[in-house]
């Protein structure tokens, strides 16, 4: 888990003391959410999608159907990858002061695809395996259609880094006096009651990796 140094596209320019470079506090951001942002140009104009994301060691992935343009045009060009954790809205004494509390991800580099039906399965297993454990071997096994119908892309952790900031706000000591409650407001994504399918089987309970699930 070698640390990264900053290249120019990660080098904090504004606010460089919320930045970090090392691959401990890299990897733990993008192990605690698994939605990420991927940006890319599509026919001369950006785009940004929605995905899920996993690491693997050294190596961000992410996947989607083959028949799409985004995920055809991603493959072998620069692609920039976000995750962030909002952790808290940070209201202060004056408009402008007000911010939020997150820690964030971003990685640059080439977008490769990984190839052949036994890397897909082993890496969607893997997926799988990060969100809720034990729960690959007790699926319907995955066809070779559904295999030809996936696209796996990753990137190489080698040029990211990650933003963090965090407390309270930072008001001017001349606006300590106003009379306006300040201070934050925490957000924790938790898990609600969980819904069964309309179709499920009597008698087949909640797996424990479901009422144990949780973000952040």
């Known amino acids: ?16 003391e919320k930045a970090a470079y090392d691959r401990a506090t890299i990897d733990a951001i993008l192990d605690a959410m698994p ?20 690491r693997e060691g050294d190596r961000i992935y992410w996947h989607g159907s083959s028949a799409s343009r985004m995920q055809k045009r991603a493959a072998d060009t620069q692609v920039c990858l976000t995750v962030t954790l909002t952790d808290g809205m940070v209201l202060a004494r004056s408009g402008l002061e007000h911010s939020v509390n997150y820690r964030s991800v971003m990685v640059f580099g080439v977008a490769q695809v990984v190839e052949g039906a036994e890397a897909k399965t082993a890496h ?4 799988m395996e990060q969100l809720f454990p034990g729960r ?13 119908a996936t696209r796996i892309l990753s990137l190489p952790l080698t040029e990211a880094s990650a933003k963090i900031s965090a407390g309270p706000p ?10 306006v409650w300040a201070g934050v407001l925490p957000i924790r994504l938790t898990m609600r009651t ?11 309970a909640l797996p424990a990796y479901a009422s144990g699930y949780r973000i952040g």
């Open 1 to 16: 888990m070698p640390d990264t140094a900053p290249s120019p596209r990660t080098r904090a320019r504004r606010l460089h």
């Open 35 to 54: 939605v990420a942002h991927v940006g890319h140009v599509v026919d001369g104009f950006p785009v940004v999608t929605p995905t899920l994301q996993w």
């Open 124 to 127: 969607l297993r893997t997926m």
């Open 136 to 148: 690959w071997n007790q699926l319907r096994p995955i066809t070779a259609q559904e295999l030809k």
């Open 170 to 179: 930072t008001d001017p000591p001349e606006d300590r006096d106003w009379p």
């Open 194 to 204: 969980p819904e069964p399918a309309p179709d499920l089987a009597p008698g087949i």
